[in-house]
């Protein structure tokens, strides 16, 4: 895996795993995909953008990354977390799903 693909399945794997992280900034996640090319370059320099300005799931995305030992400052794909569909379609269902998610949780018991 490409670090594009690694910085894009992880960030899939939070939005399916830990949805309380992604907050009420849905609508411009969406928009900032929306507008990219289906390509894993600007998919993940898209959501590298996004994570810039919210540190918490930048944080979280860090601790899912590994460093390699293939060259100093290379990514590993971490071999807990399932591969996904790579693509834009995907990345904007699983944050609609995520948004579902997150409004399940907070309804009191």
């Not at 995909?33 to 300005?53: H, M, R």
């Not at 995520?98 to 309804?107: D, P, Q, R, Y």
């Amino acid at each position: 895996m490409s670090d594009y693909e690694i910085t894009v399945n992880i960030f899939i794997h939070l939005l399916k795993t830990q949805s309380s992280l992604f907050s009420e900034d849905r609508i411009t996640l969406i928009k900032l995909i929306n507008n990219q090319t289906d390509d894993i370059k600007s998919l993940s320099d898209a959501i590298s953008y996004w994570l810039s300005e919210h540190p918490e799931v930048e944080k979280a995305l860090a601790e899912f990354e590994e460093i390699g030992t293939r060259a100093p400052g290379d990514k590993q794909a971490n071999t807990n977390i399932p591969k996904y569909e790579l693509d834009k379609k995907n990345i904007l269902n699983e944050i609609q799903q995520s948004s579902s998610s997150a409004k399940e949780t907070k309804k009191p018991t």
